[in-house]
C-alpha cells in the first residue's frame, strides 16, 4: 500500500506536525509513504525519504524540492511534458492546528476528490474550536467541564474561583496554555494566550486529576485503543507536549477498572459516531468522583497516536478501505429546459 503524508502548514503547530511525520516515517513499516510538505506559504513540495530531517526543513532546504500543485484526484508535479501525478493509494492529513484540523484541508481534499484520511469538514470545525467542542459533546451526551469564555474586548473579569486554567480556544499542543492560581496572575495569562487567539475558555484548574486517553477508528467495526493514563511530572507545557509527539512504541495500559474503560469508550463512541468516519482521532478524558468528562478531541493527533495501539498500521490499512465516500449529484439541467421550454412555448 502507497500511504502519502501532508505535512506542516501554516500553523503555531506547525514544528509539531514536522515532529509528527517523521515519526510516522518509523511506524508505517509495510508500507510506501511518501511525503508532501505545506510550507508557511501554503505551497506543497514532495519532500524524498531520505530528506525527512527537522533540520532539513529549518534551513529552507526544502524549497529545492519539488514543487506540487493539487487538481482532480490528487497532487501532481509538472514537468516539459506536462504533469505527473504522485502515485498513492491514500493520503494522510497529519497538519496540526490550523489549515490541518479547521477543515481547510479536509474541504479541499474533499473538493478535488482525493482519497484521505482524517476528519471531514463539519467535525474539524467542531473539534477545532474548544467552544464548539463543549456544545457537540453535550448535544450527543457527554459531559465537559464547566467553563468561561472570553474575547480579546471583554472585561478581564471571571466568576468561578481559582485555580483556573486558560486556553486559546483554538491551538493544541498546549501553546498559549497557563495555569492561573490568583487574580493577579490572570491578566498575564489573558496576554499569553490572546497572543495566539482571539478568544479563550477558562476552566477549573483541578489539581492531581486523573486523565485519560483513548483513540480509536471505525473500519465497519469499532477500533479502540487501549486506554492510557498520561504520567505526567506535573503541568505539560509545550516542549513536554513537542517530545510526546515523537512516541513510536507502545505505552502500557491504564490500570482503571472495567466499569470506568467502559464509560470511556462509550463517551468515544458518542463523541466519534458518525461524524468522525474516515479518521482517526484522539480523545482525552477527565474522571472526576467517578464520573467521565471530555477534555477535548484531537482530530489529528500527534503522530496519530499509534503508540496506543498494538496494530496500528494494519488498522490503518483496514480503515484506508472504509473511507466515507460524498453521494455523486447528477446534474442534468431539467430545471433550466424546463424553463427554456415554456418560454419558447410562450
Same mark, same amino acid.
Given at each position: 500500500?502507497?500511504?502519502?503524508?501532508?505535512?506542516?502548514?501554516?500553523?503555531?503547530?506547525?514544528?509539531?506536525?514536522?515532529?509528527?511525520?517523521?515519526?510516522?516515517?518509523?511506524?508505517?513499516?509495510?508500507?510506501?509513504?511518501?511525503?508532501?510538505?505545506?510550507?508557511?506559504?501554503?505551497?506543497?513540495?514532495?519532500?524524498?525519504?531520505?530528506?525527512?530531517?527537522?533540520?532539513?526543513?529549518?534551513?529552507?532546504?526544502?524549497?529545492?524540492?519539488?514543487?506540487?500543485?493539487?487538481?482532480?484526484?490528487?497532487?501532481?508535479?509538472?514537468?516539459?511534458?506536462?504533469?505527473?501525478?504522485?502515485?498513492?493509494?491514500?493520503?494522510?492529513?497529519?497538519?496540526?492546528?490550523?489549515?490541518?484540523?479547521?477543515?481547510?484541508?479536509?474541504?479541499?481534499?474533499?473538493?478535488?476528490?482525493?482519497?484521505?484520511?482524517?476528519?471531514?469538514?463539519?467535525?474539524?470545525?467542531?473539534?477545532?474550536?474548544?467552544?464548539?467542542?463543549?456544545?457537540?459533546?453535550?448535544?450527543?451526551?457527554?459531559?465537559?467541564?464547566?467553563?468561561?469564555?472570553?474575547?480579546?474586548?471583554?472585561?478581564?473579569?471571571?466568576?468561578?474561583?481559582?485555580?483556573?486554567?486558560?486556553?486559546?480556544?483554538?491551538?493544541?499542543?498546549?501553546?498559549?496554555?497557563?495555569?492561573?492560581?490568583?487574580?493577579?496572575?490572570?491578566?498575564?495569562?489573558?496576554?499569553?494566550?490572546?497572543?495566539?487567539? %482571539?478568544?479563550?475558555?477558562? +476552566?477549573?484548574? #483541578?489539581? $492531581?486529576?486523573?486523565?485519560? @486517553?483513548?483513540?480509536?477508528?471505525?473500519? &465497519? =467495526?469499532?477500533?479502540?485503543?487501549?486506554?492510557?493514563?498520561?504520567?505526567?511530572?506535573?503541568?505539560?507545557?509545550?516542549?513536554?507536549?513537542?517530545?510526546?509527539?515523537?512516541?513510536?512504541?507502545?505505552?502500557?495500559?491504564?490500570?482503571?477498572?472495567?466499569?470506568?474503560?467502559?464509560?470511556?469508550?462509550?463517551?468515544?463512541?458518542?463523541?466519534?459516531?458518525?461524524?468522525?468516519?474516515?479518521?482517526?482521532?484522539?480523545?482525552?478524558?477527565?474522571?472526576?468522583?467517578?464520573?467521565?468528562?471530555?477534555?477535548?478531541?484531537?482530530?489529528?493527533?500527534?503522530?496519530?497516536?499509534?503508540?496506543?495501539?498494538?496494530?496500528?498500521?494494519?488498522?490503518?490499512?483496514?480503515?484506508?478501505? %472504509?473511507?466515507?465516500?460524498? +453521494?455523486?449529484? #447528477?446534474? $442534468?439541467?431539467?430545471?433550466? @429546459?424546463?424553463?427554456?421550454?415554456?418560454? &419558447? =412555448?410562450?
Amino acid at each position: 500500500m502507497t500511504i502519502t503524508i501532508l505535512f506542516g502548514g501554516s500553523s503555531y503547530e506547525h514544528e509539531v506536525s514536522i515532529v509528527s511525520a517523521i515519526t510516522m516515517k518509523k511506524v508505517l513499516k509495510k508500507s510506501t509513504v511518501r511525503f508532501i510538505f505545506v510550507d508557511a506559504m501554503r505551497d506543497f513540495y514532495l519532500i524524498e525519504n531520505d530528506r525527512m530531517k527537522s533540520s532539513f526543513f529549518a534551513s529552507g532546504e526544502y524549497k529545492k524540492s519539488k514543487k506540487l500543485i493539487l487538481k482532480k484526484t490528487g497532487f501532481f508535479s509538472k514537468s516539459i511534458f506536462g504533469s505527473k501525478a504522485v502515485d498513492t493509494d491514500v493520503l494522510l492529513n497529519l497538519i496540526h492546528g490550523r489549515d490541518g484540523e479547521d477543515g481547510k484541508i479536509a474541504a479541499l481534499l474533499s473538493f478535488y476528490s482525493v482519497l484521505f484520511i482524517s476528519p471531514r469538514t463539519e467535525a474539524s470545525v467542531l473539534s477545532y474550536n474548544k467552544l464548539y467542542t463543549k456544545s457537540f459533546a453535550r448535544s450527543v451526551g457527554v459531559q465537559t467541564i464547566p467553563y468561561e469564555h472570553l474575547s480579546r474586548e471583554d472585561e478581564r473579569k471571571i466568576e468561578m474561583g481559582y485555580p483556573v486554567i486558560v486556553k486559546p480556544v483554538r491551538l493544541g499542543s498546549s501553546i498559549g496554555l497557563s495555569v492561573v492560581r490568583s487574580m493577579a496572575e490572570l491578566d498575564y495569562a489573558l496576554d499569553v494566550a490572546f497572543e495566539f487567539d %482571539s478568544d479563550v475558555i477558562i +476552566e477549573p484548574f #483541578v489539581e $492531581d486529576v486523573k486523565e485519560y @486517553n483513548l483513540a480509536g477508528a471505525w473500519t &465497519g =467495526k469499532w477500533e479502540l485503543s487501549m486506554v492510557e493514563e498520561p504520567q505526567k511530572d506535573g503541568f505539560l507545557d509545550f516542549e513536554k507536549k513537542y517530545m510526546d509527539f515523537s512516541r513510536d512504541s507502545q505505552i502500557r495500559e491504564a490500570s482503571i477498572s472495567n466499569t470506568l474503560k467502559q464509560e470511556i469508550q462509550e463517551s468515544f463512541k458518542k463523541i466519534y459516531n458518525p461524524l468522525f468516519h474516515g479518521s482517526i482521532v484522539r480523545c482525552d478524558f477527565f474522571e472526576v468522583e467517578g464520573e467521565v468528562y471530555l477534555n477535548e478531541i484531537n482530530p489529528v493527533p500527534g503522530s496519530m497516536a499509534n503508540y496506543l495501539f498494538s496494530d496500528f498500521e494494519d488498522m490503518f490499512v483496514r480503515l484506508s478501505s %472504509s473511507l466515507p465516500s460524498e +453521494e455523486n449529484i #447528477v446534474i $442534468d439541467y431539467q430545471y433550466i @429546459n424546463s424553463i427554456q421550454s415554456a418560454k &419558447g =412555448k410562450a
